[in-house]
């Protein structure tokens, strides 16, 4: 089972919402990765969560909020976004950080509006 | 910063090879993936290659690097329409970065 799972596929939000993405693995990695990624272009790192604890952040605005509550979950929290922020964002996970085979979600669709 | 470089556009006919091309700048990255992206989709981890190998085949797929120049290419043998898609190039960088090329679409003639 190579499979990370991101829930919801789609998502519409106005932009004093709040709202979370969530992705699920069962393969027993230790890391795990936010990316997000706008039309015609390639992913761009968001955050990395080694063993739990967060341990990149890529300059992300406050507005996203991620969250490791075990080993198997991640989560992005989303408050106040603004139309800009729309894109596919995609999570991926790894036995750890550092050269190993990384596997993608199927990405949520957020649309800001 | 790390780089990571690929041609925008190929288009071949069907049942011909498919040769993709990647140039990265990171000398110490050691894992390098190619990923495949259809429409609307999300990444699929098609091959991966570690940085002390020369060549790896994998049904289809064939990926070769050239460590010393840096070069990392995929070739998909016997291309078929359902091989339309974005691929993309990616390096492990030494930050603890997957940090991806810009992707090539692949387009099939019949």
């Known amino acids: 089972d190579t499979e990370v799972t991101q829930t919801p596929k789609h998502l519409v939000m106005g932009m004093t919402n709040k709202k979370s993405l969530k992705c699920e693995q069962h393969m027993g990695h230790r890391a795990m990765y936010w990316y997000k990624q706008k039309a015609k272009k390639p992913p761009e790192l968001m955050f990395v969560y080694s063993y739990e604890k967060l341990s990149i952040n890529e300059s992300v605005p406050s507005r996203f909020s991620p969250e490791c509550p075990n080993s198997s979950l991640l989560n992005l929290h989303l408050h106040a976004l603004q139309p800009e922020d729309s894109a596919l964002y995609l999570c991926a996970s790894s036995q750890r950080t550092g050269n190993t085979e990384a596997f993608f979600g199927q990405g949520t669709r957020l649309t800001v509006v | ?110």
């Open chain 2, 1 to 110: 910063g790390e780089d990571v470089e690929q041609s925008l556009f190929l288009s071949v006919r069907e049942g011909d090879s498919s040769v993709i091309n990647c140039t990265y700048t990171d000398s110490s990255s050691t894992y390098l993936y190619w990923y495949k992206q259809e429409p609307g989709a999300g990444l699929q981890l098609l091959t991966y290659i570690f940085s002390n190998m020369d060549m790896k085949q994998d049904q289809r797929l064939t990926v070769l690097l050239n460590k010393k120049d840096k070069h990392l290419s995929l070739r998909i043998a016997d291309t078929q329409t359902g091989d339309s898609a974005i691929y993309f190039c990616a390096v492990y960088s030494s930050a603890s970065k997957i940090i991806f090329g810009s992707g090539t679409r692949l387009s099939i003639r019949p």
